[in-house]
């Protein structure tokens, strides 16, 4: 086999690549052997016949559609190994010659994994961070049970702090137009939570169980749903029910009724206990990312840019189920957002490349710490996930070769990065 390989760019290479008889001759018996495991030669029980006979009675044309299949597959994979390149993307292959079984050259064109250099990763230090959990965390928590367990009566007087209100309320934008995700029936809301949009709960104090009321809100700026921040949204509300709140008194009784808890102060001290682990996991993520980012940073990395809009095509996809659970199209929430869909993909390119770019990273370390998973470390894995889920049909999902390459890509990852959390510490 004759190779020659040109970097067009650090990321995408092109490779011409010819084979004579001698590198084809292996592959066309190979091919033979498929098609005599069902061509029947007479005077041969089928599978049984030499290869030249075979050769005889198959149809030329599927013979070498195979064959070229099968050898352009193997020559390039030989290519590929000889030149220790890092696919990206699929290569995008020319056939420019073939003269049957003694004579092939196309060329190849890739996008591959360009140079990493890594920083001196094992000097990078970060200090950990310890959860803490306030006495206002707990009352937090307490004031939920409380409202858990609260006694509701309905009245027929105007709502006031305190009460809760059942309402239906819908959204428009200044067209007139309904706003999705700006909509809710029999919506249960206690008045002065300030757990609805700032300003929402003070415009219904003072109505009662009938009355509607027509109001405009602005969303804040930080609002969690990207497409109604800082719009100016025209509710039309009304109330289904005003329920008077009676909540329990925090004692021991209280305690018992919530959870096996004889004291006030042990329930106090178990909702700390789980606030706190709750705490240091997301204390120790947010170290983790932190950590990976700045090693990342600190990296050389060539990013090609077929990864970078293959991650912006997944989280594209995983946004759209999204916005199915919520009754919204992609057309409306590109509309709301007052954006094309080319628009939508440039905004999210920087985080693509940041998020590839964090991945590439991790798997050079990997290879530089020698880093693998072993067949023992995925199986309890996968074991541990069915103990977890008992739905046939999920389990059968495990079962699957490419939800396990993910789940043993996901492993490396975690033992990648327990790695270098032993170094930073």
């Known amino acids: 086999m004759k190779l020659t390989r040109t970097d067009k760019t650090p990321t995408q290479v092109s490779l011409h690549i010819s084979a004579d008889g001698d590198d084809l001759t292996p592959i066309k018996n190979h091919v033979l052997s498929h098609f005599g495991a069902k061509v029947k030669v007479p005077g041969f029980r089928v599978g049984t016949a030499p290869a030249a006979l075979v050769e005889k009675h198959v149809d030329q044309r599927a013979l070498a559609d195979e064959f070229i299949e099968h050898a352009l597959n193997h020559l390039y994979g030989k290519a590929i190994d000889a030149e220790k390149l890092r696919p990206a993307s699929k290569p995008e292959v020319h056939l420019k010659k073939f003269v049957p079984f003694s004579d092939l050259e196309f060329e190849a064109h890739l996008d591959v994994i360009g140079p990493i250099k890594l920083p001196d990763y094992k000097k990078i230090k970060l200090p950990k961070k310890s959860a803490e959990v306030t006495p206002s965390d707990v009352s937090s928590v307490i004031k939920s049970l409380q409202l858990r367990a609260a006694v509701r009566k309905e009245v027929q007087r105007p709502a006031k702090l305190g009460d809760e209100v059942t309402i239906d309320f819908s959204g428009k934008d200044k067209a007139g137009k309904p706003v999705p995700g700006a909509e809710g029936k029999d919506y249960p809301l206690l008045l002065g939570s300030a757990n609805f949009i700032p300003g929402f709960e003070d415009q219904l104090i003072g109505l009662k169980s009938g009355d ?186 495990l079962d699957k070769p490419e939800n396990q390459r993910d789940l043993a890509a996901r492993l490396m990852t975690e033992k990648t990065v327990t790695k270098l959390v032993e170094y930073a510490s």
């Open 212 to 397: 509607k009321k027509d109001f405009s809100i602005t969303f804040p700026k930080d609002y969690g749903a990207v497409t109604l921040q800082g719009r100016a949204i025209t509710f039309n509300v009304e109330i289904k029910k005003v329920s008077e709140v009676s909540q329990p008194k925090v004692n021991d009784d209280f305690a018992a009724k919530v959870g096996p808890f004889k004291t006030v102060s042990e329930l106090k001290t178990d909702i700390k206990k789980q606030l706190r682990a709750e705490k240091q996991m997301q204390a120790d993520r947010e170290f983790e990312n932190e950590l990976i980012m700045k090693i990342a940073d600190k990296s050389q990395v060539e990013i090609p840019k077929t990864l970078v809009d293959e991650q912006i095509r997944a989280a594209e996809e995983e946004e759209k189920k999204n916005l199915m659970h919520r009754d919204q199209t992609w057309q409306e929430h590109l509309e709301a957002e007052g954006i094309t869909e080319e628009q939508h993909r440039q905004r999210q390119r920087p985080e693509a490349e940041a998020r590839v770019r964090a991945g590439l990273v991790l798997s050079e370390v990997a290879e530089q710490e020698n880093i693998f998973v072993t067949p023992e470390e995925l199986e309890i894995r996968i074991q541990i996930l069915k103990g977890q889920y008992q739905d046939p049909q999920m389990q059968a999902e």
